[in-house]
């Protein structure tokens, strides 16, 4: 092991850490900033959450109202969730699993995290100085007509964001082809690596040309030349078209990182290799590609042709199976493995149940006429949330913990992240489950007054909510408080495969002392990792 | 192994290096192919939707300034190529000479480009600004030109970051930065040109030639 200072103790000069180029510093800032961001797409949670215990609209008027649930969909989307696994723990360990210095564009990687940082500020403020009131998908030709909020605000910040989600797509995309160590070959790949290479594909190929249609959008709003205005021979379904290209591979760009993280999760705590390796990995471009192709089920009900309803709910359809392959790899990996229930695998064995969930009830949707009786209901509220919350934060928490001791040196406090983990699961559950119930019955989306049979199920809702809330502020304490008083970290705590855990905890700054070389498959379970790491 | 300078801490030998900034370089491409893709769709879409407006307002247009801005683009195109070979082969003055040529096009470009929005504007053809159209689909004329001034002006942006890219590009290749062994920010940059040369192709197709057959 070698002596060489910790990338955190390296140098502690303020500005040393704002001008680093080092992989590791930056997925710490991101880390910082998107935490911030998770609570505050958090508190308008909270605000939507109490104004549904009652009926009435007596909390917040409907004009706050629909700010708060704006605010809540721009934050966590594209300061949240976009960003969350891939820019901070995908950050962190790509270099490390593929046994590489640093990514291909160190200063582009840094460059990224001041667009984030840039998009996120002009975003929240047009949060404070009035909010926005569309909803996070911008329809026109209400934002670029009709609405009274600070749409071309909100709308800059996401396009500035935009960029730096492209050039952490580009980064990954060059890193993965073209930085790895000696013998890591392809399918020699942590899966992890897999999904994130899916991941930055559409990373590059969408964003973009969200950019361009939240640049016409904010062009039309400025300067009223009627581009997706029917009376001026615009089309607004077109601005439906150009935004769902983007948002519903944007899907996947929340799920895939998290299919990554879980298959990691999932193998090493099982002491066993992946069940079926080249069909988990082949999925995940699987779901990439084929996931370009079914925007139009985001308009069912728009008006658009059948032919285009049929091939667009066939589409949908033919993106399970990708989704469905990997969660009977997972499976088949925990039969007969010998599995320890440490926190990380908590969260994974949820992932799987809560995705399986979100992704069973995707299939209703893509259904056309069912989904023309749920559409705009709870139905599709709660189904979303079991992806991107059920699925996609409890893979970000579950990688989170998974990678602590590496990243911090630190370990965290087990129990305590058995009880966050389980609290999670139950909070979740008790939230979303209800608002399935309540999309069935009737209840529309972006609604702050409703009748008041549909109270119970609300208020189910908001107490799971309430415990929920409970669930995601407890790791903020105790990681936190494993930062200063945690036990050291070995460089190996779990015994993984994988070239980021053959290197001491927390790395130096340039990961490795000699640049490794690879001889084995992925998730060797065969020979004990610990042996694994001595061997190298 | 020695590290020379050009070599960055992250990569293992200038191979390796010059290979990653070239996908990088084509990975930055397709993000701008789909950049300009999504303005392109709505164009066509449009375009299907009110062919006789479209047809219309394209006559306005200044086909001579835009065939003579697309032989300037070609040629400039031609030199970084040119240009690029020379480092190849060791000579970066010649080199620096062809880059500062299409860099001086470039410039050339945007004289024109620029003469021919003073034009427009004169004419009241600046949607949401001064716009006035007779004839059949006023809003669909200005929806055409709303595109025309959308597409050209981001396309002029990149030309503008394109001319300091090679007046830089130039001034290293003077200075000998570059050799036969390590090119790779000219080859890059050169691969940036010729991608905003192919987009103006494009764009001459669909905004100069509706309506006049």
């Not at chain 2, 031609?78 to 000479?97: D, E």
């Not at chain 2, 010729?194 to 309506?211: K, M, S």
Request: charged residues 10%.
């Amino acid at each position: 092991m070698s002596d060489a200072p910790s990338y955190l103790t390296a140098d502690n000069r303020l500005r040393s850490w704002f001008l680093t180029t080092d992989h590791k510093r930056v997925a710490i800032l991101y880390f910082a900033t998107i935490t911030l961001f998770f609570f505050v797409g958090g508190a308008a949670a909270t605000v939507i959450r109490l104004e549904l215990m009652t009926p009435q609209g007596d909390l917040v008027t409907s004009d706050v109202y629909n700010r708060m649930f704006t605010m809540h969909g721009v934050v966590m989307v594209w300061f949240f969730l976009i960003p969350s696994i891939p820019a901070t723990l995908g950050n962190f360990v790509v270099p490390l699993m593929i046994g590489a210095r640093d990514l291909a564009f160190p200063r582009l990687n840094l460059l990224s995290w001041y667009l984030f940082l840039i998009g996120g500020l002009t975003t929240l403020y047009a949060v404070f100085v009035g909010g926005i009131d569309t909803g996070w998908t911008f329809y026109t030709p209400f934002s670029t007509m009709y609405s009274n909020s600070h749409v071309v605000l909100a709308v800059t910040g996401v396009f500035i964001a935009g960029f730096s989600s492209i050039l952490t797509g580009l980064n990954f995309i060059v890193t993965i082809h073209r930085l790895r160590a000696p013998g890591l070959t392809w399918y020699r790949l942590p899966l992890f690596l897999w999904s994130l290479y899916a991941t930055a594909v559409i990373l590059v190929l969408a964003t973009p040309v969200l950019a361009m249609t939240l640049l016409l959008v904010a062009l039309d709003r400025f300067a009223g030349i009627g581009i997706f205005d029917p009376a001026k021979g615009g089309d607004p379904l077109l601005f439906q078209h150009l935004f769902w290209f983007y948002s519903h591979p944007a899907v996947y760009i929340m799920i895939l990182p998290g299919m990554g993280v879980v298959s990691e999760l999932i193998s090493c705590f099982s002491r066993k290799p992946i069940f079926g390796y080249k069909f988990v990995a082949w999925s995940a471009i699987a779901i990439a590609v084929a996931g370009f192709f079914v925007w139009g089920h985001h308009m069912f009900v728009s008006g658009q042709s059948v032919f285009a309803g049929l091939v667009f709910s066939f589409m949908s359809f033919i993106v399970a199976v990708p989704s469905a392959i990997k969660v009977f790899n997972w499976t088949a990996t925990l039969h007969k493995g010998w599995i320890r229930f440490d926190a990380p695998m908590l969260y994974a064995l949820a992932f799987i149940g809560l995705f399986t969930t979100g992704g069973l009830t995707g299939l209703f949707l893509a259904c056309l006429a069912y989904d023309v009786y749920v559409t705009d209901t709870y139905f599709v509220v709660a189904h979303f949330h079991y992806i991107m919350v059920g699925g996609m934060v409890t893979a970000y928490f579950g990688g989170l913990h998974y990678w602590w001791p590496k990243i911090t040196g630190r370990m965290y406090p087990e129990y305590w992240a058995r009880a966050a983990a389980i609290l999670i699961f139950f909070g979740f559950n008790m939230t979303f489950f209800p608002q399935f119930v309540l999309g069935v019955l009737g209840m529309p989306r972006r609604y702050h007054v409703y009748l008041p049979e549909f109270q119970v199920w609300h208020v189910m809702s908001s107490f799971g909510a309430s415990i929920l809330a409970v669930a995601y502020l407890l790791p903020l304490l105790y990681l936190g408080w494993s930062l200063f008083f945690g036990r050291r970290a070995p460089a190996n705590p779990w015994g993984a495969t994988g070239l980021e855990w053959q290197t001491p905890s927390p790395p130096p700054t340039y990961n490795f002392e000699t640049t490794p070389s690879v001889t084995r498959r992925p998730y060797d379970y065969s020979v004990s990792g610990q042996a694994h790491a001595q061997n190298a | 192994m020695r590290r020379t300078p050009e070599l960055a801490p992250q990569f293992v030998d200038l191979d390796q290096q010059q290979d990653a900034a070239s996908l990088g370089m084509w990975t930055f491409l397709a993000t701008e192919v789909l950049f300009f893709g999504g303005l392109i769709t709505l164009y066509c879409a449009y375009r299907t939707m009110h062919p006789d407006a479209f047809a219309a307002a394209a006559r306005h247009t200044r086909i001579a300034i835009g065939a003579g801005n697309t032989a300037i683009m070609l040629t400039s195109s031609f030199l970084v190529a040119w240009a690029v070979w020379c480092l190849r082969l060791n000579q970066g003055r010649i080199a620096a000479l062809l880059f500062w040529c299409a860099a001086a096009l470039g410039v050339a470009f945007l004289g024109f480009k620029g003469v021919e929005y003073a034009i427009e504007y004169r004419e009241r053809l600046v949607p949401g600004f001064n716009f006035v159209a007779g004839g059949a689909g006023a809003g669909a004329q200005q929806l055409f030109f709303a595109f025309y001034f959308v597409a050209t002006g981001l396309h002029a942006i990149h030309v503008a970051i394109g001319v300091v890219v090679l007046i830089v590009v130039g001034w290293r290749s003077r200075a000998r930065a570059y050799s036969t062994r390590y090119h790779a920010p000219a080859t890059v940059a050169g691969l940036y040109w010729h991608f905003v040369d192919v987009v103006w192709v494009v764009l001459f197709a669909l905004i100069y030639l509706p309506g006049r057959s």
